[in-house]
Structure formats: C-alpha cells, structure tokens
C-alpha cells in the first residue's frame, strides 16, 4: 500500500523591524502616531516600574517579584491589538500589558507587598489577576471564552500569556485541546524567553519552535520576533481579528529573552553567561522601537527627555502610594489557605507571629 500525505504542517516566522533598523515595509501595521507613542511610553513605563521595584526589593522594602525587563513587547503590543470587550488573562510577566489595559501603576507593587488589594482589578478592564501557578491560567482563559460562547458574546476574545515553561505542562495542552474542539476565541501568546527558571528551552523540548506545538490540535500558530513590538501587534491584531469572526484560537510564540533574573531570589549568572546577556541586550525591544518613530520624523530628544521625566513622576507616586498603604494584619494571609482554620496552618502561624515579636531578633 502506497503512503500518501496527509496534509502539509508549516510556523510562519514574522518579524517587521529587526534589530538594526531594518523595516519590512510589506508588513508594517498602520499604526498612528497616538498608538505609537502610547504603546513606547508604556513599556518604557514598565521598565522604569521594574529598576524601581528593583532597588525596593534590595532594600528590603518589598517582597520579591518577577522583573520584566526585556519582555515589554508580547503583552504591551497585543494589549495595544486588543478591544475593551477583550479578557486579558495573564501569568506574572506581563507587567507592561496591566499598563495598557489601565492598570494603575501601584497595583503590581502592592500586590507584590502582600496585600492582595493590589490584585484588585475593575470588572469593566476584563483583565485577570497575575496568576504564578505555571500554566493553570490556560483552562482559565478557555472557560470565559467558553462562557463567552454560552452567553452568545460577539467580538469578543481571550488572551492568555505564559512561558516557554508553560508549553512542558499539561494544562496548557488540555486547554488548547479544548479551545480547538470548541472553536473558542483564544490567542495563545507564549512568551519564549529562552529559560523556565535555570532550564534552558533545548533541555524541555526537542522541537524546533513551541509554536508547532499547536499544529497538533489544528490551531493556527505562528512564531514572532518578540522584541519587535510592530509584528507583535501585526500578527496579534490578525489572530484577535479571527477569532472575532468566529474563526477559534490561534497560538503566537513570541521569541524574546528575560535580560534579568527569573524573580530576585535567583541569580542567573549561575546557569547562563554574561556575554549572553549582552547579545540580547541589542535587540530589546525599547530602543527598537524608538529608533522606528525617530525614523518617522515625530520622535525627537526633546520628547524623549520629556517621555522619561514624567514617567519617572508616575513611578515615584506609585511608590508613595505603596508606602501609603498601611493597617493590614501581618497574618491575613493565613486566613486564606483554607475555607476553615487548620492546625498545622495555625501553628505556621503562630511561628510567623512569634518572628515578628521585638526579642525574637536577639542573640
């Protein structure tokens, strides 16, 4: 019996502004000036927010994050794709995006201080709080749309961001199942930073891209330079346009690399080389993009040091807003772990309330 083929399986690879400058004019997006800018003052927003909330965390006066310097593009460009009846569903990367969908800028400082009133987002925004839990918000995002579907919701769509860590979980995979079978309006955007923690991406897949992937479930799937906010947006606004029109899910690998550590409680001169770094460190995505509205005439030094003294104010104030925010229990977070009290959580507790005491620091 002769083989025959089944069908041809193929990743389109999408980058419109590389790294020098280069600009595929085929595929330049028809943005405005106005989105431009909003959407450069926006991960440059997300970058000071981070050096900031860097320099709190060494100091010790906050708790310990995720930065995402570096990663500004995915979530900020497909932010800027999305409509206000769109869901954002995020993990805990996806700072520069919360800023485009209206987050204030003090939420994710709070929240990262324990007080999960920083994870209070409006219902009007349809945005998720950051989710930690590696992949568990793929299901999440594949129940609204399913919801969505149900409620006979039109031009609406799910956007759900994780990492190339992700793609190793089976969430992930079950949710896409799903969302393939049930023809929901969902964009996959996996953030490809090259890392899940210390694991480089070679030692968790054998596959050429993470997009291909996707082919295994009939979803459309693409790989993008993720540091060129402009095909971000291109390739993000056509999958939305898609799953608007009913058309289901789309999978976007966005291929870009986190330029600091996993969060500040690790150190990844241990497992990866400087020289590396700097080698990305060329192709973030911030002077990329500024160098394009340079080129388009109505960029200028003078906007530029204006841009950056006024986001420096929003971030201060940000700050002030944090350290403003103060009365709440130092063991609320043990009232959450269960719907009734424990004994071994009232005796984590008890501990943790015992540290706190004036004498428990004495030798």
């Known amino acids: 019996m002769p083989a025959r083929e089944i069908g041809p399986f193929h990743v389109q690879y999408v980058q419109v502004l590389d790294e020098h400058g280069n600009l595929d004019e085929a595929l330049e997006p028809s943005l405005s000036e106005e989105q431009l800018v909003r959407l450069y003052r926006t991960m440059t927003l997300a970058r000071e927010a981070d050096q900031r909330m860097l320099k709190l965390q060494r100091q010790g006066r906050i708790g310990t994050f995720g930065p995402c310097t570096g990663m500004e593009a995915p979530s900020a460009a497909t932010a800027l794709a999305m409509t206000d009846r769109d869901w954002f569903v995020s993990a805990f990367r996806e700072y520069a995006g919360w800023l485009m969908r209206g987050i204030p800028p003090a939420n994710h400082y709070i929240a990262h201080n324990g007080w999960e009133e920083g994870n209070a987002v409006p219902a009007a925004l349809r945005t998720l709080p950051m989710n930690i839990i590696v992949g568990s918000q793929a299901p999440h995002a594949v129940g609204i749309a399913y919801a969505m579907k149900l409620k006979g919701e039109k031009d609406s769509a799910v956007a759900v961001f994780f990492g190339d860590g992700a793609t190793s979980q089976g969430e992930l995979h079950e949710a896409m199942n799903f969302a393939s079978v049930w023809r929901l309006p969902v964009i996959f955007v996996c953030q490809n930073n090259q890392w ?26 693409f790989q993008v330079d993720g540091n060129d906010a402009l095909a971000v947006y291109r ?20 291929v870009t690399y986190r330029l600091m550590m996993h969060t500040t409680s690790d150190d990844p001169r241990r497992y990866r080389t400087e020289a590396d770094e700097q080698e990305w460190w060329k192709k973030e995505p911030l002077g ?31 700050v002030k807003q944090l350290e403003a925010a103060t009365g709440m229990a130092p063991d ?16 984590q507790r008890a501990e943790f309330l015992a540290s706190l005491r004036p004498e428990a620091g004495r030798g």
């Open 196 to 221: 899940a923690i210390s694991v480089p991406l070679r030692k968790q897949t054998a596959s050429r891209t993470l997009a291909q992937k996707a082919i295994g479930y009939e979803i459309p799937a």
């Open 235 to 254: 390739v993000a606004k056509e999958a939305l346009d898609r799953a608007h029109a009913g058309e289901g899910p789309t999978f976007i690998e966005a």
């Open 288 to 318: 990329r993009l500024r160098g394009y509205m340079e080129r388009k005439g109505f960029w200028t030094a003078e906007r530029q040091a204006a841009m950056e003294a006024d986001v420096k104010r929003e971030v201060e104030e940000a």
């Open 332 to 347: 609320l977070p043990f009232e959450h772990v269960y719907g009734e009290r424990h004994e071994s959580i009232e005796e």
